[in-house]
């Protein structure tokens, strides 16, 4: 009876299997035909799937009305779809379609991928197992396994790398008894990537109850999914796990399953740096090949000597190290020097390369990265330059006339750039004209010298330091500059006319040329005659003078024969204008020395008998009696009766004159505010008090001495 349900379950599983495919095969809309050896490979699918391999349509007939047999008919039909490609939507299809198929043991089962181009299965275990194997046939693979058993069990990928694509067969071949449910994929190690990952407990049967379990402490892992042909997937601790499966009663353990938490960068970061890319036989070469934040990787070196140099490995905080290290390299040691850092883990891999040169002795190459001619105006800055390709490390030396550059007009910066290769720089900064001249370029090592000339030359602009007459009838100019000046002369007729934008100047010749160097300037001067003999009628001469620095020019007004009469004319005139010019100051100033009168009191103190000398009393030492004084307060002052020299005369009032209550009508002089007309006013009032009442003068009533005013 068993053995009956065999048959039927076998027959069940064909007919679904033909089904599944015709099915599949419908759904699709393949419009192309497909190559010759799909449709091969669909014949033989074909003949595994109904049991039986046909050797002619007349042979399939007869099995027509066998169980588990495929009617011819059905079979071309099945034959005639898979006959046509697919176009569009998913390239990659299986023959059989079925994504999970259960079969008895030693059994042969054939699956068929077919895609666009080039597919590859990917197996449970990375390498063939007894009975598995895979047949390429263009863009198609077959998967054949025979006599199948229970540790052909698991997941079967075919895979389209040009697509991105991948579909997926579980295929379950229980075993006999719970020693064959666990299905051995590898070591029971786990490198964790990221907080997920899977332990592969996949078993030969899915009907099988499947458990996780942590080892220590036994506790149930509930945070997981299962797959029987995969495992169980989920976040998983840095920890051993075991899986568990039951059957009713019974109940069997897998394999421990190590889980270790790994840094697997996306990328690899490799770092391949040597101790000189040239060096000389007898120098240490060191190559090193490192790898940061990354925890499992595995070094391969190429190189020469391979066999007689053995890498090492150290490892270092986030970071692991392979080098190589030859204390004493020679000539045998160029070549290229490469390092294969395989990741464990997935299986990236980089490789990174140097090539590496051991010289028998060093060298020198040197080139200019410029001119090497210059030619700079002077208070400018200028840079010579070289580039250097020297092993061993060069010494670089600017020199000027044999003697080194000295540092307080320029500077030298040499500069290493990467291997055996520098830079060298020297900087003149405002240049004088001593300057001029060459510089070398010594570079040398212990093997090799080599040199570059620069040459320089400094360029002075021209400069006029004399334009004058020469004689009676010549004109001297005199300049200098570097090179030494060009000088052109040029003679204009008319003052009117003499301008660079009427073009009035007209081109002369020299009489004469002299060029002088001057050593010490560093600059050569050079003396220019032109005669005017000839040039009756030339009213300005102008030096012009020029070099490859700049252009200077001066002018110079001059009289010739044509302009002597009308020189002389002028002269007269300018002599009369300025005699009487002088005779006007003159005057001036004798008018302004005439004598000036000064109003003086004198007082005659007696007289001789003769009445020809008189004595004189000055007015300055007379008394003055204070009871003159009237006070300021007694007096209003009215209108202006006149004024003069010393001031005015103002009408008044005074009250309590001569003691007495009535006020009298009083004529008032009044001074100005300067010394001298109140020293003047004083000698009056003394002398007025001197003389007293009289018929003849006028007669003193009072003064007001004390300020504001003196009256």
Not at 455 to 463: C, D, G, N, Q, S
Not at 675 to 701: A, D, F, I, R, T
Request: with cysteine; hydrophobic share 40%.
């Amino acid at each position: 009876m068993r053995a009956n349900q065999e048959r039927q379950s076998s027959s069940w599983r064909s007919e679904t299997q033909v089904t599944s495919s015709v099915t599949s095969l419908l759904c699709c809309d393949w419009p192309r035909p497909c190559p010759q050896e799909i449709a091969a490979a669909a014949v033989e699918a074909a003949t595994a799937v109904i049991g039986q391999r046909p050797q002619s349509l007349n042979k399939m007939a007869s099995t027509r009305d066998q169980p588990g047999s495929l009617n011819p008919r059905h079979f071309l039909f099945l034959l005639g779809l898979f006959l046509v490609c697919p176009e569009g939507g998913v390239s990659l299809e299986l023959l059989p379609s079925a994504s999970q198929v259960l079969h008895h043991p030693n059994t042969n089962f054939t699956v068929v991928c077919s895609g666009w181009s080039q597919v590859t299965w990917r197996l449970p275990r990375d390498s063939l197992l007894d009975g598995v194997l895979v047949e390429r046939r263009g863009s198609s693979s077959i998967l054949q396994l025979v006599n199948a058993t229970w540790r052909n069990s698991g997941r079967y990928t075919c895979e389209e790398a040009s697509s991105n694509q991948s579909r997926d067969i579980d295929v379950f071949i229980p075993g006999q008894g719970p020693e064959e449910w666990f299905v051995p994929l590898g070591p029971g190690v786990v490198m964790k990537e990221a907080e997920e990952d899977t332990i592969p407990c996949v078993v030969s049967d899915p009907q099988l109850n499947v458990s996780l379990f942590q080892r220590q402490g036994r506790t149930a892992v509930t945070t997981t999914t299962y797959d029987p042909a995969r495992g169980f997937t989920g976040r998983l601790n840095d920890t051993s796990y075991v899986c568990v499966a039951a059957r009713g009663d019974e109940q069997r353990e897998s394999q421990v399953y190590y889980v270790f938490s790994i840094i697997v960068p996306q990328v690899i970061q490799v770092v391949l740096s040597v101790s000189s890319v040239v060096l000389k036989q007898g120098e240490v070469l060191t190559v090193n090949c490192s790898v940061t934040d990354t925890d499992m990787v595995y070094f391969t070196w190429e190189f020469p000597r391979r066999q007689e140099v053995e890498p090492l490995t150290d490892f270092l905080p986030n970071k692991i190290l392979s080098f190589i290290n030859i204390s004493t390299a020679t000539v045998a040691d160029s070549g290229t020097y490469v390092c294969n850092v395989q990741e464990t883990t997935q299986g990236r891999r980089v490789t990174k390369n140097v090539t590496v040169t051991v010289l028998e002795r060093g060298y020198v190459y040197l080139w200019p990265s410029g001119d090497t001619n210059v030619s700079l105006v002077l208070h400018h800055t200028v840079e010579f330059s070289v580039e250097i390709d020297a092993h061993p490390a060069p010494t670089v030396v600017w020199t000027r006339d044999n003697r080194t550059v000295a540092m307080e007009t320029s500077s030298v910066t040499t500069t290493h750039l990467t291997g055996s290769r520098y830079f060298s720089k020297l900087m003149l900064v405002h240049v004088q004209m001593d300057q001029t001249g060459s510089y070398v370029a010594t570079v040398s090592n212990d093997d090799d010298i080599a040199e570059v000339v620069f040459k320089l030359e400094v360029k002075a602009p021209p400069r006029i330091t004399s334009l004058s007459e020469f004689g009676s009838a010549a004109i001297l100019c005199v300049s200098e500059g570097a090179p030494p000046p060009t000088v052109t002369w040029y003679t204009c007729h008319s003052s009117h006319r003499c301008s660079n934008v009427t073009g009035g100047w007209t081109s002369q010749s020299a009489t004469s040329e002299n060029i002088t160097e001057m050593t010490e300037k560093g600059v050569a001067q050079v003396h220019s005659v032109m005669s005017l003999l000839g040039l009756s009628s030339v009213t300005f001469v102008r030096c012009e003078v020029k070099n490859l620095a700049g252009r200077r020019v001066r002018d110079l007004r001059v009289l010739t024969t044509s302009l002597l009469s009308q020189v002389a004319v002028m002269s007269s005139v300018l002599v009369l204008v300025i005699i009487a010019v002088f005779f006007l100051i003159v005057l001036i100033v004798l008018w302004r020395k005439k004598p000036r009168y000064e109003v003086r009191w004198k007082v005659m103190e007696s007289v001789s008998s003769d009445g020809q000398q008189c004595t004189y009393v000055d007015p300055a030492h007379l008394p003055y009696d204070s009871a003159w004084e009237i006070p300021r307060d007694s007096l209003v002052l009215g209108q202006v009766l006149g004024s003069g020299a010393f001031g005015r005369v103002v009408e008044a009032h005074v009250s309590g004159l001569n003691h007495s209550d009535s006020t009298t009508k009083v004529a008032v002089k009044m001074v100005k505010r300067n010394s001298g007309s109140v020293q003047s006013l004083m000698s009056e009032l003394k002398v007025l008090v001197h003389l007293g009442p009289h018929l003849n003068v006028v007669n003193l009533l009072g003064a007001c001495t004390g300020p504001p005013e003196v009256r």
